[in-house]
T-cell receptor, first 113, second 112 residues
Framework: DAKTTQPTSMDCAEGRAANLPCNHSTISGNEYVYWYRQIHSQGPQYIIHGLKNNETNEMASLIITEDRKSSTLILPHATLRDTAVYYCIVRDQGKAAGNKLTFGGGTRVLVKP | KAGVTQTPRYLIKTRGQQVTLSCSPISGHRSVSWYQQTPGQGLQFLFEYFSETQRNKGNFPGRFSGRQFSNSRSEMNVSTLELGDSALYLC???????????FGQGTRLTVV
């Protein structure tokens, strides 16, 4: 799977949009971008994923650049409960890779009042 | 719909013992994966099961093993426990091998 690079940490203000960047310059054509978050001592929570089109669900929006070398997760109105470590993962959904996720260090997001 | 259920939530074992952890996937999910999380190494993939067969394995010693039953429930076993096996063990399930995975709350294992 392609490697991802994320900032180690970032702060954002409650009620404002939080924009979390991720670089994945070696991503290949059949690799998807996945985002998970992990609130302290809990299991990771699936947020969203996409291949090349922008995606939106009730939790967040995922913007993938046209060349697919980077993406941004957007939390539209951050709340204190969004404080967590956010993981950007590139996942090959081919037969060999199957259901294996390779986690990096993630971005520690602190939402401040 | 119930989420992924892992039991027990907490466990304390002595070095040299063995331990079995259990994971019940979301109803209808047939793929189960296991991960180990430690402060030093982060989240690391252990293995993946689908249709009662191990499909993928991470870089862990043979002391770590698992299995999946016909109802998709899965267990992982760690034999001859070492202090370094202290970790949060997470199970994730998905409908099949190619869809998003949902994690349980984990089992926190402490080896003393």
């Amino acid at each position: 799977d392609a490697k991802t690079t994320q900032p180690t940490s970032m702060d954002c203000a409650e009620g404002r949009a939080a924009n979390l960047p991720c670089n994945h310059s070696t991503i290949s054509g059949n690799e998807y971008v996945y985002w998970y978050r992990q609130i302290h001592s809990q299991g990771p929570q699936y947020i969203i994923h996409g291949l090349k089109n922008n995606e939106t669900n009730e939790m967040a929006s995922l913007i993938i650049t046209e060349d697919r070398k980077s993406s941004t997760l957007i939390l539209p109105h951050a709340t204190l409960r969004d404080t967590a470590v956010y993981y950007c993962i590139v996942r090959d959904q081919g037969k060999a890779a199957g259901n294996k996720l390779t986690f990096g260090g993630g971005t520690r997001v602190l939402v401040k009042p | 719909k119930a989420g992924v259920t892992q039991t027990p939530r907490y466990l304390i074992k002595t070095r040299g013992q063995q331990v079995t952890l259990s994971c019940s996937p979301i109803s209808g999910h047939r793929s189960v994966s296991w991960y180990q999380q430690t402060p030093g190494q982060g989240l690391q993939f252990l293995f993946e099961y689908f249709s009662e067969t191990q499909r993928n394995k991470g870089n862990f010693p043979g002391r770590f093993s698992g299995r999946q039953f016909s109802n998709s429930r899965s267990e992982m076993n760690v034999s001859t426990l070492e202090l370094g096996d202290s970790a949060l063990y997470l199970c994730a399930s998905s409908v099949d091998r190619y869809t998003e995975a949902f994690f349980g709350q984990g089992t926190r294992l402490t080896v003393v």
